[in-house]
């Protein structure tokens, strides 16, 4: 399932000319973290209605994604890196091809299950000075995936990721996100995510 190569936390801090309050900047942290239900400790979110919270605690990122982020926008090369995209953690291995909707995965001492793609908002365009940015996200559909805690407790860089449990292996990332963000599912598709949403009770 992969490994987690680097891990950022960051508190949330002005961004872009009118200093909209943001937790995007973050910055590596080389030992063990401590994780709650809300998500990595030292890590911050400036509106809990869009970003952070208990379905959005953990936000991770294939590592291989930022090759193909330098090669379509080299001007931003120097802020691409792991990190750049404002993840929690990043991870080699796989992605949103291979990750699927309600996975149940350990890292180290934590339990963690996926909860959905990320949906980017105007401050990815704020970080970069790029409105073209979270366009190519939505477009291209390397989004990463959040994580709800399961079971909270540690973690740390090059840690393994174990798959527990795939209830939806019909439900990766890449097709919810093609699905349902990008808006290009079937009607069929769109009922039979809808009905997931319910049986499940979260957004």
Request: charged share 20%; aromatic share 8%; glycine share 10%.
């Amino acid at each position: 399932m992969g490994v987690v190569t680097s891990i950022q936390i960051g508190r949330a801090a002005p961004l872009g000319p009118e200093g909209v309050l943001s937790g995007f900047v973050k910055r590596a942290v080389t030992g063990p973290v401590q994780v709650t239900a809300t998500g990595i400790v030292g890590d911050e979110q400036a509106d809990l209605s869009v970003h952070g919270g208990p379905e959005k605690a953990v936000y991770a990122y294939a590592a291989s994604r930022y090759g193909l982020w330098r090669a379509a926008f080299p001007q931003h090369e120097a802020l691409l890196v792991p990190g750049g995209l404002g993840e929690n953690l990043t991870i080699a291995g796989c992605d949103e091809t291979s990750v699927c909707l309600d996975d149940i995965v350990r890292i180290g001492s934590c339990v963690l299950q996926v909860s959905q793609p990320r949906q980017p908002c105007f401050k990815f365009a704020l970080r970069f000075d790029d409105p073209g940015m979270p366009r190519a996200m939505v477009r291209n559909g390397y989004c990463g995936w959040y994580y709800r805690v399961l079971q909270p407790g540690q973690l740390a860089p090059d840690d393994a990721l174990s798959l527990e449990e795939r209830p939806l292996p019909q439900w990766p990332i890449d097709r919810v996100n093609r699905s349902i963000v990008q808006h290009r599912g079937s009607p069929e598709e769109k009922r039979e995510f809808a009905s997931l949403r319910r049986a499940t009770h979260r957004d």
